[in-house]
């Protein structure tokens, strides 16, 4: 067992844990008190070159420990420095792109700076500008912002940032493609020449890596895991449906308990809502998260969500980056993201801290594409967990309810598939549907909320006279 004493050295005369890291005093002991006691790998690579203060070019995602990563140094340096705040300026700046992961990042610095007499504060759209003008009035120590408000700020002359020693970009990618990327050049442009920077990413494509170029003075690179690679302890699958079935194999898969605390991803706000009316129209209670719900709304659905007073959350790809709610059990993509590295994003809501998770695809045939580029990122197929393409009705023709389960060699023929996949339960290869599901048709539609209705149609009709375009394998 680790206690503060062999933390700190005091038995052995070495350091160890935070405390090797150069972390020292109130903030060590509030590190502790969080119950961070083992520094993460993100954690051993960037905290030691930023209290050299170097700057930081990391790849990591949410979920890796990159908050403290880069908060750990900064609280260490301006507690060491003490109380010197000018009027409407800011010491410290962290730029997140969406307001919950701001929110989030708060969160954390607040508790890791516990008895250290260290000011925050929030810079947000969506919320009262009045209190946060008033809020960073006197000065602050650390600011977190989301661009678009922070931009409004400082050309109102609010905020000044010439101030600003310390610049954090979390989530740079993220940044990139929410369109902050001119409004982040503009405010790294107002701090401070020789400030420190550190530059956090999920993924890197080219225009982060010029944007690190130019902001960054010879980096230090971190990286915790290889690039858009999905974490390993998620186990994944798709499910082939098409559009118009996919809200009753939702439904049917919501009815197994197994699915603890889901969050179901929907490529636009309009799909989010219409599948929130859809599952609460089959006697699922869910909330909502996109961005044209106002702050407020948001931050409800999240603490709902996160308390566990609704067990499902459905969200847009841009209001869920970030989100950190422990114990997600699985992620459902209603549909598949337009950008294939959203789905790293997407399913690695689940499976954190070491806990077992669970991501489902639902994918039409016009999606196959998009589903072919998601497993060339993530350079795995995915298990099939059920077909849905050729599922006859079971209730107009029996002699056809067989061909559920027929032998999978053919199913993957029909479906263009020779590479061995196959669904559900039979994929003893990978591990999905045995270790998970156990012995269930699970996923496969067999099972039926109340009031859900079964498919419409013979196959004919479903598929207008034509089979299913081909999958290439
Ligand atoms: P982040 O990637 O910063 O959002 O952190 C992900 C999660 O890991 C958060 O829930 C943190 O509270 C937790 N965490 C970060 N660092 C540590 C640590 N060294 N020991 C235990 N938990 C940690």
């Known amino acids: 067992m680790t206690n503060e004493n062999t933390l700190l050295g005091k038995e052995t005369g070495e350091l160890s844990g935070f405390a090797a890291l150069g972390i020292t005093g109130a903030l060590l002991k509030a590190t502790h008190a969080a119950g961070f006691t083992d520094p993460k790998p993100i954690q051993a690579q960037a905290i030691p070159p930023q209290m050299e203060g170097r700057d930081i070019f990391g790849i990591a995602q949410t979920g890796s420990g990159k908050t403290a990563a880069f908060a750990l140094p900064i609280l260490s340096k301006i507690i060491a420095l003490g109380t010197k705040r000018r009027p409407k300026t800011a010491r410290a700046l962290i730029l997140a792109p969406t307001r919950e992961l701001a929110v989030q990042i708060e969160d954390t610095i607040k508790i890791l700076a516990k008895g250290a007499h260290v000011s925050t504060a929030l810079v947000l759209g969506g919320v009262s500008r009045f209190s946060q003008v008033k809020k960073v009035a006197p000065g602050v120590d650390i600011l977190i912002a989301t661009p678009g408000r922070l931009t409004d700020l400082v050309r109102e002359g609010d905020l000044m940032l010439a101030d600003t020693k310390w610049l954090v970009l979390d989530e740079g990618d993220r940044m990139l493609d929410m369109g902050f990327i001119n409004d982040v050049k503009r405010i790294a442009k107002a701090t401070a020449p020789d400030r420190q920077t550190v530059l956090f990413s999920a993924t890197m494509p080219n225009e982060i890596a010029e944007l690190a170029k130019g902001l960054l003075k010879n980096p230090i690179r971190v990286e915790v895991a290889p690039q858009s690679t999905a974490a390993a302890e998620i186990v994944q699958g798709v499910v082939f449906a098409r559009t118009k079935q996919k809200r009753q194999v939702l439904s049917t898969m919501l009815a197994d308990e197994a699915m603890k605390s889901v969050i179901i991803f929907s490529r636009t706000k309009h799909g989010a809502d219409r599948v929130t009316k859809d599952l609460e129209r089959d006697g699922f209670k869910a909330a909502v998260i996109h961005g044209n719900k ?43 993201p337009d950008e294939a590295e959203s789905y790293v994003h997407r399913i690695g809501r689940t499976g954190r801290n070491g806990m077992d998770g669970i991501a489902i695809t639902l994918c039409d045939p016009s999606e196959n594409s998009k589903l072919r580029q998601v497993e060339r990122i993530i350079r795995t197929k995915l298990p099939i967990v059920a077909d849905h393409l050729g599922s006859p009705d079971p209730q107009r023709n029996p002699a056809e309810k067989n061909e559920r389960f027929e032998p999978a060699n053919d199913r993957n023929d029909r479906n263009g598939r020779r590479d061995g996949r196959r669904p ?39 598929f207008g006279g034509k089979r299913p375009a081909a999958r290439a394998a």
């Open 294 to 336: 106002s702050q407020n709304a948001r931050q409800k659905a999240l603490n709902d969500f996160r308390e566990g007073s609704v067990r499902i959350l459905v969200a847009t790809d841009i209001a869920a980056r970030g989100i950190d709610v422990p114990g997600i059990s699985h992620v459902v993509n209603f549909d598949l």
């Open 424 to 462: 559900g339960g039979e994929n003893k290869g990978n591990g999905f549907g045995n270790k998970r599901f156990g012995d269930k048709p699970a996923f496969a539609g067999e099972r039926k909320p109340e009031g859900a209705k079964p498919f419409k149609g013979n196959n004919k009709r479903r």
